[in-house]
């Protein structure tokens, strides 16, 4: 059964700082993705890493993927309070049709 | 273009009553997902669509029932509401064609409380 497990839970950092969350997989595949969730709102598409080594940024947020390590970051770069949200990684199971599991998610809270 | 929309909004129903939770999308995807978020869980698949008229078992399936009748409209049932299922549900959807893998875009979500 796959298991997809961030950290940190909870993120409080001030603006202007850099910071990693993680994810972390536990059976092969090879695709992942990551959302935003404002708080009461829906989920937002932030990236689609499909391959290994895939690496992609949007303004302050770079998102890598190593699946070898069973592993995805998502870098935040000087932070600004725009950013808070909880950010969630998925992971497709090898084999499935687009079938994703969820992380619990990262609650991000930018400090100004 | 609306993208995937979701009715109702908010729901209160009282245990043992039934109902449907319905989604709709206009961008001609194949696959539909239903979900439910609970407080720190994350977002737990209850069925998935990969095509209009088949449906298939996620994570959570237990006291749902599905409908796909047309490609757009993703219908999800409560036959017998428990307290259990006070929840946020989301409906998604994405392009598929074979294994080519497409995001999932989410609905605005239906907040259900069972009293």
């Known amino acids: 059964e796959l298991k997809v497990e961030q950290n940190p839970l909870f993120l409080s950092m001030q603006e202007g700082k850099n910071y990693t969350i993680y994810c972390n997989y536990s059976?092969?595949?090879?695709?992942l993705y990551w959302y935003r969730q404002d708080p009461g709102k829906s989920l937002e598409s932030l990236f689609v890493?499909?391959?290994?080594?895939a690496v992609k940024q949007e303004g302050r947020l770079m998102a890598s993927l190593d699946t070898k390590a069973r592993l995805s970051t998502l870098h935040i770069t000087a932070a600004v309070h725009d950013l808070s949200a909880t950010y969630f990684c998925?992971?497709?199971?090898?084999?499935?049709?687009?079938?994703?599991?969820f992380g619990t998610g990262t609650l991000l809270a930018v400090q100004p | 273009n609306a993208g995937v929309t979701q009715t109702p909004k908010f729901q209160v129903l009282k245990t043992g009553q039934s109902m449907t939770l319905q989604c709709a999308q206009d961008?001609?995807?194949?696959?539909m997902y239903w979900y439910r978020q609970d407080p720190g869980m994350g977002l737990r698949l209850i069925y998935y669509?990969?095509?209009?008229?088949?449906?298939d078992k996620g994570e959570v399936p237990d006291g749902y029932n599905v409908s796909r009748l047309k490609k757009q409209n993703f219908l999800l049932g409560l036959e017998s509401a428990a307290p259990s299922q006070t929840s946020v549900y989301f409906c998604?959807?994405?392009?598929?064609?074979?294994?080519?893998?497409?995001?999932?875009?989410f609905g605005p979500g239906t907040r259900l409380t069972v009293t």
């Open positions: 059976t092969t595949s090879d695709r």
């Open positions: 998604a959807s994405s392009r598929s064609s074979g294994r080519k893998i497409y995001e999932q875009y």
């Open positions: 961008m001609n995807h194949n696959s």
């Open positions: 669509s990969a095509s209009e008229g088949t449906t």
């Open positions: 890493l499909l391959s290994n080594g």
């Open positions: 998925a992971v497709a199971p090898g084999g499935a049709t687009n079938k994703l599991i």
